[in-house]
């Protein structure tokens, strides 16, 4: 059976709409202004700010640690930021590691209570047609690049690497190395610039970690609608803030790192897992999410 929630205040990014929502099972079906449906339970959600649940990337989940310090990690870092899925990446130095690191990281993750993705960073040495190709197969949802010296940038074959990642398509996105932080926004500038003459399919600045990820970056990895959206045929998973005068007219980036203390509930895939202080941690909970196809939705 159904329900509906209505007059949901919805925050996306920096835009607040309210509409009623028609939930079955996991996901949404209906998404309009008014749901007329006498025989369905109502929540009401007006004293709320509601914002889809978070995506973030986090580079330095404690994958070996003893199972309570893991539990900690993942409460204090996601699960009370109102966060179910997140982003991380494992760092290849050999091309043949790729699928075997992949593995040992699913396992260490086995536990995780909110759906995960697992890229790869690797030094742009090994940016071959044939690393790619094996990520291609793993379906990796971004390639990160650690860039420590831009005259290695001229060495490689853009034209060959454009091929490779064709049809899949997963970006390739900057690191940048200590060693040339001096200069980063030449980096940045140079790094862009190569992505656009080549067309390659890319992330054009550094991602930022622990911050809520963007709707066209979450697009390029291929979550989007399907993760971080409250549309038609998205899963359930939001937040419900507290309503006050003093966040009606902020961003979500600035709910997530400012306004903490309102968040009241969490709901991933259709279950509460936060309400109020009590946070429900369900080992295993979390899916690995392997996409299908990254940039697949369009964004006008």
């Not at 978070?54 to 404690?62: G, Q």
């Not at 991602?207 to 899963?235: D, F, I, R, W």
């Not at 009606?248 to 400012?258: G, I, K, P, R, S």
Request: net charge positive; with cysteine.
């Amino acid at each position: 059976m159904g329900y509906i929630i209505e007059n949901a205040n919805i925050l996306k990014e920096t835009k607040l709409t309210q509409s009623s929502l028609l939930i079955e099972g996991t996901h949404i079906v209906v998404k309009q202004n008014r749901i007329h449906h006498n025989k369905l339970m109502r929540m009401n959600a007006e004293p709320f700010i509601m914002t889809p649940a978070y995506v973030i990337l986090d580079s330095k989940i404690p994958l070996n640690a003893p199972f309570q310090e893991f539990r900690k990690y993942m409460i204090e870092n996601f699960l009370l930021k109102g966060c179910t899925t997140f982003l991380t990446y494992i760092t290849i130095s050999y091309e043949n590691e790729l699928a075997e690191k992949i593995k040992e990281t699913k396992t260490s993750l086995v536990s995780s209570p909110i759906d995960f993705l697992i890229s790869v960073k690797i030094p742009l040495r090994i940016l071959t047609p044939s690393f790619i190709r094996k990520c291609k197969k793993e379906r990796v949802p971004a390639i990160f690049i650690e860039i420590d010296d831009m005259a290695e940038f001229s060495e490689i074959p853009w034209g060959w690497i454009r091929e490779a990642l064709f049809p899949y398509n997963c970006p390739l996105a900057p690191i940048i190395s200590k060693d040339v932080k001096k200069e980063p926004r030449k980096v940045v500038s140079k790094w862009k610039l190569i992505m656009e003459n080549e067309k390659i399919p890319s992330i054009l600045e550094e991602v930022k970690e622990n911050h809520p990820l963007s709707v066209p970056l979450l697009n390029k990895l291929g979550l989007y609608p399907q993760k971080a959206s409250l549309l038609h045929g998205s899963e359930v998973s939001y937040n419900l803030f507290y309503k006050a005068r003093e966040i009606m007219n902020v961003d979500e980036a600035a709910l997530f790192h400012y306004h903490s203390d309102r968040l009241v509930v969490t709901v991933s895939k259709g279950q509460v897992i936060r309400a109020g202080e009590k946070v429900l941690f369900k080992p295993g909970n979390g899916e690995y999410v392997k996409v299908r196809t990254p940039s697949y939705f369009y964004l006008s």
